[in-house]
């Protein structure tokens, strides 16, 4: 599981990080998988944009702008926990399955609507107020490929 | 798959269309089905109640106040997709299956509970901050009806 | 079905109830669940907080924080409804299906994954704005225990 910085021009202009005259932050991230279907823990990385923001109670929504990946909350101790959950939606959505979309990766595109492309998440005193064993996951289910993720913090 | 704006009395009083003093928006749209299960794409209509609330940073909610209907986000280019997408579901939760609930659309609750009642969007320089590929797609799962879609623009 | 008030020291000082300087409320609220598997009506108990906010207009949200259990929206007359639910769930994610997790738990995992950990309702005239139908269910897959719900209300 491969995290990264990477530029990607074509969302700068619409994304670029900055704080708002309001209050609201919004910030993208980029996110690199490496296998076809794996899971990324984000959560670090999403509380720096919420501690940087400034924010002390609101809401954090993290979001996926893709149609093959998503994002989702799950265990952070056991990594077993997370093999279990994509061989699951490969025994609930099959890669191979008379599908017509002609790209092959239909599939993705049915994991990607399970699972959802956004989570919001209460911040408190500033932290993510996230249960114990809680983590934020991107969930690549058409990789490997270079990803996004927008954090919008809501003050 | 039609669209179209229909009166609904009974919504009228509680979500009638207007911009409230703390800058929020909510708004009431109308989607008729025309099948037992189909997707209607509302990007464009819920768009234009971004760009009509005057909010440039935020985020936009799309809410469906029924049971048996959902809200997703997912590709918007091939309608393949969506075929695939509707035929997965009816693999995962079959139409038959000895349900207990007696009005026999017991199938549509479960897969509205599966794909979920609500979207929540970035909104960045008054647009939704979409990915290029997606799209925000009503979810009809016992159609054919009249039905409704609650849109909350957050500054 | 049991729901009853619990202290829990623990999150105590992360979340205890007050409404913040710039309107947000955060408030927690106690489950008990009684059962592996059930549901339990959080609707007027979420309500409560979205009156005591002073909110009128905005949205609610509703986050578990924990990693074998979740949120959803369904229907609230039928209880046959929930029934149905929680047994295509069994079927699609079997308790027992080779699981790598060693605890025994991995099938609560992935049912919460597929639910999701929170909920967003718009707030109109200070009351959630759900559908006639509709009521907000805490979704136990390994219980019984007693559990959390944070409650944000954004003004």
Redesign the interface.
């Known amino acids: 599981m491969e995290v990264e910085a990477i530029a990607r021009p074509d969302l700068d202009g ?2 670029r990080s900055r704080r ?1 005259a ?1 209050g ?1 932050r ?1 910030e993208r991230l980029a996110v690199r998988s490496g296998k076809r279907a794996e899971v990324v823990d984000v959560t670090d990385r999403v509380q720096r944009v919420v501690s940087q923001s400034g924010v002390k ?3 954090c ?1 993290v ?5 093959t990946a998503g994002v ?4 952070n101790a ?1 990594p ?2 997370m ?3 994509l061989q ?1 939606l490969d ?3 099959p890669w191979e ?1 008379g ?5 092959g990766n ?2 993705a ?2 994991k ?11 911040v ?2 500033g932290r993510l ?6 983590g934020i996951y991107f969930a690549e289910f058409d990789g490997p490929r270079d990803r ?1 993720l ?1 954090v ?1 913090v ?2």
């Open positions: 619409l994304l708002m309001d609201i919004i109670t609101g809401v929504h979001f996926v702008p893709h149609t989702f909350i799950n265990e056991d077993a926990v093999q279990d959950f699951s025994r609930l959505v399955q599908y017509q979309h002609a790209e239909a599939a595109h049915v990607a609507t399970l699972i959802g492309t956004s989570q919001t998440v209460p408190h005193d107020a996230l249960g114990r064993w809680q996004q927008t919008t809501l003050p």
